[in-house]
């Protein structure tokens, strides 16, 4: 696999499953190079594109830092365009029904003051990669947040395809996603505010790495490839007492040769469809994480404080 991939990979893990906290210091271009043997160009060329991405950020003089992922992406002048055909729409809409400039005024204005007031619950829309985990992430968020917010669990796909769940996405107080995912939910919900979140590994993933027998042969399969990588360092952080882990990808050549010799399986979230591969007897379960509580806080706190009535209010308070 590429260097460069794998080092964008690792950052982007870093960030999203909360190994590189908002704000800590990466080394320089040079110092990335030198530490893993690769061209500076290779390194300039990676952070190049997770600065684009809004993963990264330079500042002058004291070198590049991970961006705050959690903290919503400033509007766009595409953004402010797409709000004034919104209140078009609203105008025509209130016209149409015989409305007088008055009275839409003063239906605004109500519902303006219900909003500020808390009258209405918060609604969240969680945008994620497979169906079934994104719906556990919601509940784990929502088992978090309590009754005060509604969340709503959507796929990337669902939302680039499905025009109705496009409209509900668009729609939420706020969009939550994973860090490297961020900038594609951006831009399939310009207008929207997007921030995300960091994730761990659930207590059932550590309970059952830690379980591992010392002998086993632990085969673990990523679909990703640029955090394929990054797989036996995450098992082992939990199985250190594990020798013998052997990592391929979903649609590496070898794979099921592996599985057919391996005794344990631990699988990346989305590829459960190996499970059927496996020989009988052979013990199987997801690496799942799940979404950091106190990242959850941190993040959508704001939203649910009495001064967060406004999209401004949200960015400045995160």
């Known amino acids: 696999m590429p260097l460069g991939t794998q080092l964008r990979g690792l950052i982007e893990y870093g960030i999203g499953f909360g190994e590189l906290a908002p704000g800590e210091r990466l080394p320089s271009v040079r110092e990335m190079a030198e530490l ?5 160009m290779t390194v300039a060329q990676v952070y190049r594109e997770l600065k684009d991405q809004g993963l990264l950020q330079s500042r002058l003089g004291a070198g590049t830092f991970v961006a ?11 953004d402010m365009t797409a709000l004034h055909r919104g209140i078009d729409r609203l105008i025509d809409d209130g016209l149409a029904m015989g409305l007088r400039a008055s009275d839409l005024v003063g239906l605004i204005g109500a519902r303006m003051a ?17 169906e079934a ?16 917010v509604t969340i709503e669990a959507l796929t990337i ?62 085969a673990v399969v990523s679909i990703f490839p640029e955090f394929t990588p990054l797989m036996k360092s995450a098992v082992q952080r939990f199985a250190p007492h594990v020798p013998a882990i052997f990592v391929r990808l979903l ?6 040769a592996l599985l057919r010799r391996c005794d344990v399986l631990v699988y990346a979230t989305g590829a459960e469809d190996l499970v059927d591969r496996l020989p009988a007897g052979t013990t199987a379960f997801e690496y799942r994480h799940t979404p950091d509580p106190a990242d959850v806080h941190r993040v959508v706190g704001p939203l649910l404080s009495p001064s967060a009535g406004s999209d401004a209010s949200l960015e400045e308070a995160s």
């Not at 219900?114 to 497979?130: C, D, P, Q, S, Y």
């Not at 985990?133 to 005060?148: F, K, N, V």
């Not at 995300?196 to 059932?204: L, N």
């Open 36 to 40: 893993l043997g690769v061209a500076p």
């Open 68 to 78: 705050d992922a959690g903290k919503p992406m400033p509007r766009t002048g595409a």
């Open 114 to 130: 219900e909003r500020l007031a808390g009258g209405r619950r918060k609604h969240i829309a969680l945008v994620g990669n497979f």
């Open 133 to 148: 985990a994104t719906s556990a992430y919601a509940q784990a968020i929502a088992d978090t947040l309590g009754p005060s």
């Open 157 to 218: 796909e669902a939302v680039r395809r499905d025009a109705a769940a496009h409209q509900r996405a668009a729609a939420a107080d706020l969009v939550l996603t994973f860090a490297h995912r961020r900038h594609e939910v951006v831009k399939l919900l310009p207008g929207s505010v997007v921030a995300a979140i960091s994730f761990i590994p659930s207590e059932a993933t550590r309970r059952s790495l830690a379980a591992l027998d010392p002998l086993a042969k632990v």
């Open 251 to 256: 649609d590496a050549p070898d794979l099921d």
